[in-house]
């Protein structure tokens, strides 16, 4: 197993470009979600699912999109992004017999000019 | 409202020190999870333990140990004889069930840098 993957893992923007960061995984697992990390604030949720064709908001949604059209991917979009948006973004997965533990990828660093 | 502190933003011990990672949390449910997460320079995430709030028992493994004490809402992390491969961020972070399926999601501290000199 791969487990969760994301790519690309580095990548800068010019403000107001759109742009997909990809996340899969090949452990069948139900849940999904992102997160992003700044610096001294942690990981704070971005969004989050629960199965194919359903999506909820986390912590910090504004500025992201996301759908979920497999169980193996759950890609991240950003439309018009902003300075605000660069960070480290990761995702993670969880089997729903032990919802509670996550898995992460390896994250994508982005920088948006 | 979940809430993770970690008070020690960064902490320095010289090779072979024992150092203690402090973990203090806020949640009202009685069914929750605590988790430690290692980040090191190379930015992967590493879990390293996951304890429920039911089991209290302390655990060790290798180096590296945790006390869960319900009573102070404290998980704290003793890393033992440590070394310099330690040295990396650590992140504690409760979860505990929200509204329907799936909705366990963590919420962070904002870490602890530990550096390791030798």
New interface residues.
């Given amino acids: 197993n791969a487990g969760v993957t994301q790519t690309p893992k580095f990548q800068v923007l010019k403000t107001g470009q759109s742009m997909t960061l990809q996340c899969a995984q090949d452990m069948n697992h139900e849940y999904m979600s992102w997160y992003r990390q700044d610096p001294g604030m942690g990981l704070r949720l971005i969004h989050y699912s629960v199965g194919a064709g359903i999506t909820d908001q986390g912590e910090v949604p504004n500025g992201y999109n996301v759908s979920r059209s497999t169980t193996e991917d759950f890609p991240l979009r950003l439309l018009s992004a902003a300075p605000s948006q660069t960070s480290v973004y990761f995702c993670a997965s969880s089997h729903r017999d032990q919802e509670d533990t996550q898995y992460f990828g390896p994250g994508t660093r982005l920088t948006v000019l | 409202a979940q809430k993770?502190t970690q008070a020690q933003?960064e902490i320095s011990v010289v090779e072979k020190e024992d150092v203690t990672l402090d973990c203090v949390y806020e949640t009202r449910d009685t069914t929750y999870?605590l988790?430690w997460?290692k980040q090191p320079p190379s930015?992967?995430?590493v879990?390293l333990i996951?304890r429920n709030s039911f089991d209290e028992q302390n655990e060790i493994s290798g180096r590296y140990s945790w006390n869960f004490q319900k009573s102070t809402s404290s998980f704290n992390f003793t890393i033992t004889a440590s070394q310099v491969v330690d040295s990396a961020v650590y992140?504690c972070?409760l979860?505990e069930?929200g509204s329907?399926?799936?909705?366990?999601?963590?919420t962070?501290?904002?870490?602890t840098k530990l550096s390791v000199i030798p």
């Fill in positions: 993770v933003t999870y988790f997460y930015g992967e995430l879990f996951r992140f972070a979860s069930r329907g399926a799936g909705s366990y999601q963590l962070f501290g904002k870490g």
